[in-house]
């Protein structure tokens, strides 16, 4: 079975820092972009970007550009979402799906992780 | 800005069917591709339809993509009261060298 399993919820206060962890089974890690998609509370999907984990080939969003780090660790077969200087606003579930497809031509996100909640509060 | 529109919700009775629209006013569907995903409250989107009209193994036959050259279209036909859920459309942005969702469709059961 494919699976994305995601690091747990965080509360974390304005400014801090954390990174969400997403550690991938069942296929072949290396052979597939991992996506990261925001959503925030009761709002709908944002995609943040994808990385390339044989590679660290990272694509982001310009919406998220310079304010997020995607890092990947293949021999643990995990990728990671950093997220700096955290703001309320950045209260959110966090998703890690894989991606299928080819970057700037077709995509689908199949499987997703459970997500992560962050909560940033002071 | 592109954007992907989507009417915010759809209601139907048991074993009607309905559908959902996504549109945008900078594509030209008849080119790009489509995915449709399904979200419970409280749990990770679940993808249903990719490349316009393939549906995973595991999604009945009961869902179905479609699209003209001016929007997609998901289809539910005898819909039923595990369907109600949030559904979102997606696609790639070549301008924006972004993937985009729409807003998503809340689906109610009557």
């Known amino acids: 079975e494919v699976r994305l399993v995601q690091s747990g919820a965080e509360v974390k206060k304005p400014g801090e820092s954390l990174n969400i962890s997403c550690r991938g089974s069942g296929y072949l890690f290396t052979n597939y972009w991992i996506a990261w998609v925001r959503q925030r509370p009761g709002e709908g999907l944002e995609w943040m970007g994808l990385?390339?984990?044989?590679?660290?080939?990272?694509r982001y969003s310009p919406s998220f550009q310079g304010q997020v780090t995607m890092s990947v660790d293949e021999s643990t077969r995990t990728a990671y979402l950093h997220l700096s200087r955290l703001k309320a606003s950045d209260t959110a579930t966090y998703y890690c799906?894989?991606?299928?497809?080819?970057?700037?031509?077709?995509?689908?996100?199949?499987?997703w992780g459970q997500g992560t909640l962050v909560t940033v509060s002071s | 800005q592109s954007v992907l529109t989507q009417p915010p919700s759809v209601s139907a009775a048991p074993e009607q069917n309905v559908t959902i629209s996504c549109s945008g006013r900078n594509f030209n569907f008849a080119k790009i591709y489509v995915s449709w995903y399904q979200q419970f409250p409280g749990t990770a989107p679940r993808l249903i339809i990719y490349d316009n009209d393939k549906r995973p193994l595991r999604i009945p036959d009961r869902f179905s993509g479609s699209r003209s050259a001016t929007s997609a279209t998901l289809g539910i036909t005898g819909l039923q009261t595990g369907d109600e859920a949030t559904y979102y459309c997606e696609t790639w942005d070549f301008s924006l060298r972004s993937v985009i969702f729409g807003g998503g469709t809340k689906v109610t059961v009557l």
């Open positions: 799906a894989r991606f299928s497809g080819s970057p700037g031509v077709l995509s689908w996100f199949d499987p």
């Open positions: 990385i390339y984990p044989t590679d660290s080939d990272t």
